[in-house]
C-alpha cells in the first residue's frame, strides 16, 4: 500500500513560520490527490489543503489563504505545507492524507492513507 510520514512540527511564536514535509512511499502511483488536515483538541479533524499531484491544482480553507502553501516534489514523492504568518488557533496536530481520486477533496473521509500526524504549537 503507500506509507506517509510527517515532520517538521514543533513550537513558534505567532507570526513565525514552519514547513511540514510528508514522505511517501510504497505505491505511489496511486496516489492522484494529497492534502493537509489538523486536528485540535476537542474538536473534528478538518481540512486545510490539497493538491491534485498531476497538474499541482491547490484548494486551502479560507482562514489559511495567503498565509499557507501546499507544494509537491513528484521526484522525491514528497509533500509540503509552508506555513506563514503562523497564529494560535493554527496549533493542531497536522496530518498529511492520500487519496486514489483526481480530484480536490477537502473531506476526510475520502482518503484512504494517512500519516501519523506531527504536532504544531504557536505560542501568543
Known amino acids: 500500500q503507500v506509507q506517509l510520514v510527517e515532520s517538521g512540527g514543533g513550537l513558534v511564536q505567532a507570526g513565525g513560520s514552519l514547513r511540514l514535509s510528508c514522505a511517501a512511499s510504497?505505491?505511489?502511483?496511486?496516489?492522484?490527490?494529497m492534502g493537509w488536515f489538523r486536528q485540535a483538541p476537542g474538536k473534528e479533524r478538518e481540512f486545510v489543503a490539497a493538491?491534485?499531484?498531476?497538474?499541482?491544482?491547490?484548494d486551502y480553507r479560507d482562514s489559511v489563504k495567503g498565509r499557507f502553501t501546499i507544494s509537491r516534489d513528484n521526484a522525491k514523492n514528497t509533500l509540503y505545507l509552508q506555513m506563514n504568518s503562523l497564529k494560535p488557533d493554527d496549533t493542531a496536530v497536522y496530518y498529511c492524507a492520500g487519496a486514489r481520486a483526481g480530484i480536490l477533496l477537502t473531506t476526510p473521509t475520502m482518503y484512504e492513507y494517512w500519516g501519523q500526524g506531527t504536532q504544531v504549537t504557536v505560542s501568543s
Open positions: 510504497g505505491r505511489t502511483f496511486i496516489i492522484y490527490t
Open positions: 493538491i491534485r499531484w498531476t497538474d499541482g491544482s491547490t
